[in-house]
């Protein structure tokens, strides 16, 4: 059986750094993330993102534009839990304005939401949807579409 989600994920640029949060579960020490989670059944993305920057960071999201839709398939001897099989993960990345000062979820799943330079975010262990989301903003691609992440070293699924 495969498994599925979709997700809405929020890209802020300000000065030449990305807004990161960073990701803890039971199942790796902790590795960096952008903003947004799960779509809600029948919510749109386009409110889940704004939601989920709010629950994340604390801070008021303003979607800026639709930069583009990611679409990962996760074989099932790649995730953390093989015997769930294999995962399909759909991403909708916005281009967000963030206003506000960011601090922790709480009681969350994401901790430390932190202004991070673009240059210093090649050395951190980071989900791959960073690595999907700087590309679609930075490349602005016509179609929306960028190339698929390697995964591997610092960079996780």
């Known amino acids: 059986m495969t498994t599925f989600r979709l997700a809405a994920y929020a890209v802020s640029i300000e000065n030449d750094r990305v807004l990161l949060v960073r990701c803890t ?7 960096w993330s952008l903003p947004g989670g799960a779509v809600e059944h029948g919510e749109d993305p386009f409110e889940a993102v704004v939601r989920e920057v709010a629950e994340e960071t604390g801070c ?13 398939f996760i074989p099932a001897a790649e995730r953390h839990m093989p015997e769930k ?3 399909q993960n759909i991403g909708v990345f916005y281009r967000v304005r963030i206003t ?4 922790p979820e709480p009681n969350g799943a994401t901790v ?36 698929a992440v ?4 610092l960079v996780l699924h």
């Open 25 to 31: 579960s039971a199942f790796d020490e902790g590795h």
């Open 60 to 72: 008021d999201g303003e979607v800026e534009r639709l930069l583009g839709v990611d679409s990962r």
């Open 85 to 87: 099989g294999p995962h």
């Open 100 to 103: 506000g000062e960011p601090r």
């Open 112 to 147: 430390d939401p932190v202004w991070t330079p673009l240059a210093d975010v090649a050395g951190l262990r980071r989900a791959s949807l960073v690595d999907v989301g700087l590309a679609l903003a930075l490349g602005t691609p016509p179609t929306g579409h960028v190339a």
């Open 150 to 153: 390697p995964v591997g070293g």
